[in-house]
T-cell receptor, first 114, second 115 residues
């Protein structure tokens, strides 16, 4: 059973508009959440993160929102640019035994249309 | 350039053969990880190592083994490859077994096809 879920495998958005990528989690012990971006033939790269003590974190065009009661987070990209076209992975951090590990969602392919 | 080097970048392997995927990092990170990426399933943890000399099992460890003889290297071995191990494999590292705001650093991946 997936503990981190991204229910939309793909999303298309017009350039300049807002992109909203969603992620749900089931494990209430997760206390840190991250978004990674992945281009074809490359490894994922860190984009933005949020601690569970916050409900919003902003970095330039990227904002992550966390709703702990709903166990839901979202990534907003405003304005969207064609270079943002990539697969976006949501990840959640929690302790497994004595160390933290990341659990990833299945990813959402974002396509920004010029 | 500091980072993670994975080799080979791609490989076609006959079923039943043994294969070692190589991973080397030059950031002196303590923790290293192996993930596989499959369509619709995202990134799933195979094995991890919190520090040199220790390893642990992740979500999907069956059919794979790892070793961590030193800080820099974390090879992943398929003892007898099967077609279900066809995937893209990513090695990652972090500077502690915890997660810092920057998270993990990933390599560029190895695309493995088992036929």
């Amino acid at each position: 059973d997936q503990q981190v879920k991204q229910n939309s495998p793909s999303l298309s958005v017009q350039e300049g508009r807002i992109s909203i990528l969603n992620c749900d989690y089931t494990n209430s012990m997760f206390d840190y959440f991250l978004w990674y971006k992945k281009y074809p033939a490359e490894g994922p790269t860190f984009l933005i993160s949020i601690s569970s003590i916050k409900d919003k974190n902003e970095d330039g065009r990227f904002t992550v929102f966390l709703n702990k009661s709903a166990k839901h987070l979202s990534l907003h990209i405003v304005p969207s640019q064609p270079g943002d076209s990539a697969v976006y992975f949501c990840a959640a951090s929690g302790f497994s035994g004595s160390a933290r590990q990341l659990t990833f969602g299945s990813g959402t392919q974002l396509t920004v249309l010029p | 350039i500091a980072g993670i080097t994975q080799a080979p970048t791609s490989q076609i392997l006959a079923a039943g053969r043994r294969m070692t995927l190589r991973c080397t990092q030059d950031m002196r990170h303590n923790a290293m990880y192996w993930y596989r990426q499959d369509l619709g399933l995202g990134l799933r943890l195979i094995h991890y190592s919190n520090t040199a000399g220790t390893t642990g099992k992740g979500e999907v460890p069956d059919g794979y083994s790892v070793s961590r003889a030193n800080t820099d290297d974390f090879p992943l071995t398929l003892a007898s490859a099967v077609p279900s191990q066809t995937s893209v494999y990513f090695c990652a590292s972090s500077d502690s077994p915890g997660v810092k705001p920057g998270g993990y650093t990933f390599g560029s991946g190895t695309r493995l096809t088992v036929v």
